[in-house]
């Protein structure tokens, strides 16, 4: 599999605090699965801001689909961010727009003819288990519905990287549980997937992802799989 994210020696500081994150050094398989976890503050969101380019490393290197994000143009910036899909914890939705035209939204930014957006959004709305929902507004929907448009609507350009932050940290149980179902059949066909999460519980339903653990600001025992993380069975 290629290296579809590489960081190396990455590291990152907000103004002249100390170094949020230090000497990060990873890779990211095309087609492979990840979690990310570690305590509250350890810079998981840090992390994941510089793999989708919201944030620029003070020093080091992040390496997307082969290229230097750091060398890349202006320009350039946009076409790469939308190579990426971005799951938020607090779901970042257009309160006033329908869940439709949310999921709509980046094929309207992208300049998709409206033709060509009725099909796909019905299709994402079908596989989050909304199809009854198009025309419901966010506040109108429950935690796990707004969470399930913000996943349609972050897969619907077909991104090569899902990121997660917390996705499920302000829904259910069960609910949790589904929307990890959602990222698993992402997955299966073909995404890279990444997901941050202090839920533990998580982590064993997907046998095979991969185990990323940061310590304030450092990432801990090299990646394996965790087939046996703690609080599982
Ligand atoms: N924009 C910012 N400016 C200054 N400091 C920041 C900024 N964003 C994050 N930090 C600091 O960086 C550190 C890591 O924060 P980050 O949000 O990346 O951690 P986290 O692991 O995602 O935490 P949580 O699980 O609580 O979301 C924290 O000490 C935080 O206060």
Redesign the pocket.
């Known amino acids: 599999m290629a290296n579809i994210v590489q960081f190396e020696n990455v590291g990152l500081r ?2 002249t ?1 100390p170094e ?1 994150l230090s000497d990060v050094s990873f890779t990211l398989q095309s087609g492979a699965f990840y979690f990310l976890t ?12 510089l793999l989708y380019l919201a944030q620029r490393p003070s020093r080091g290197i992040v390496r997307l689909f082969g290229e230097d994000a750091g060398t890349l143009p202006r320009t350039r910036l946009p076409g790469f961010r939308r190579r990426i899909g971005v799951v938020f914890q607090d779901f970042r939705l257009v309160p006033h727009l329908s869940a439709y035209d949310n999921i709509a939204l980046p094929l309207r930014v992208a300049g998709v003819s409206e033709s060509d957006v009725e099909a796909p959004v019905r299709e994402m709305l079908a596989w989050v288990g909304l199809t009854d929902r198009g025309r419901a507004k966010p506040p109108t929907l429950s935690g796990g519905e707004q969470q399930r448009v913000a996943i349609a609507r972050a897969v619907i350009g077909r991104p090569e990287v899902l990121v997660a ?2 996705p499920t940290g302000n829904v259910d149980p069960d609910m949790a549980e589904r929307l990890l179902h959602l990222f698993d059949s992402l997955n299966r066909l073909g995404t890279t997937v990444i997901v ?1 999460t ?1 839920d533990f519980h998580l982590l064993n339903r997907i046998p095979n992802a991969h185990m990323m653990r ?1 310590e304030k ?1 450092r990432l801990g025992d090299p990646m394996g799989t965790l087939r046996n993380p703690p609080g599982a069975a």
């Open positions: 907000y103004g605090g949020t570690g305590a509250s503050g350890a810079g998981k969101t840090s992390l994941l801001k932050d917390e941050a202090h940061l600001g």
